[in-house]
């Protein structure tokens, strides 16, 4: 069965400072690979997806890698500020339909 | 506004009363599903549709019904809650499976 995991699960980090999220998957067969955050008590938000043939993904100040031969999706968010303090979840399509979350990683980005 | 809606909000019920947490979206999505989130095990997978009359298990199915008469409505079903599915319920779609999913505002049920 396809296990996701993040890992910190919590980080810390100075506004102005790049944001690396490590998210990782140990079945490479995978359809793809979506980034979402989520704020206190709110639902989920999209960031980025990656389909399971393409290497990265950019909006703004975002970039999603993925290598599936290592199992591994990164989150890069370049220029930290305090808006950007969320939980931040990976999920992997395993087939047609199913999703498999990691737990996430709690950000928080101090002034 | 595109966007998915879940009714209601939070809801507080008894072990045995029977219970849907509705889920609407206006975007013509195919694609639905059901999630829970708890404390420590992140977001599971309760059921899916791929379109009307089309759904599936997902990882957590145990005690819960859905159906999907209509491509804009997926409810969820509890036809006799139980403690241990106190929790956060999520419904979301999209597109088709390999477009992004968007997510509702969430449900918090607690079973006593």
């Known amino acids: 069965k396809q296990e996701v995991t993040q890992i910190p699960a919590a980080l810390s980090v100075p506004e102005g400072e790049n944001l690396v999220l490590n998210c990782s998957f140990t079945?490479?067969?995978?359809?793809?690979l979506q980034w979402f955050r989520q704020d206190p008590g709110k639902g989920l938000t999209s960031l980025l997806l990656?389909?399971?043939?393409?290497r990265e993904q950019t909006s703004g100040r975002l970039n999603a890698s993925l290598d599936k031969s290592s199992g591994r999706s990164t989150l890069y968010i370049a220029a930290s500020q305090p808006g950007d303090s969320a939980t931040y979840l990976c999920a992997v399509g395993v087939s047609w339909g199913k999703f498999q979350f990691g737990a996430g990683t709690q950000v928080v980005v101090t002034p | 506004e595109a966007q998915v809606t879940q009714n209601p909000r939070y809801l507080i019920t008894v072990t045995g009363k029977k219970l849907t947490v509705t889920c609407s979206q206006n975007?013509?999505?195919?694609?639905m599903s059901w999630y829970r989130q708890d404390p420590g095990l992140g977001l599971r997978q309760i059921y899916y549709s791929m379109n009307v009359e089309v759904t599936d298990k997902g990882d957590v199915p145990e005690g819960y019904k859905v159906s999907r008469k209509e491509k804009r409505n997926f409810p969820l079903i509890l036809e006799s809650p139980s403690p241990n599915q106190t929790s956060l319920y999520f419904c979301?779609?999209?597109?088709?499976?390999?477009?992004?999913?968007?997510f509702g505002p969430g449900t918090r049920l607690t079973v006593t």
């Open positions: 979301a779609s999209s597109l088709s499976t390999v477009y992004e999913q968007y």
């Open positions: 990656i389909q399971s043939s393409q």
């Open positions: 079945d490479s067969a995978i359809y793809n």
């Open positions: 975007m013509n999505h195919e694609y």
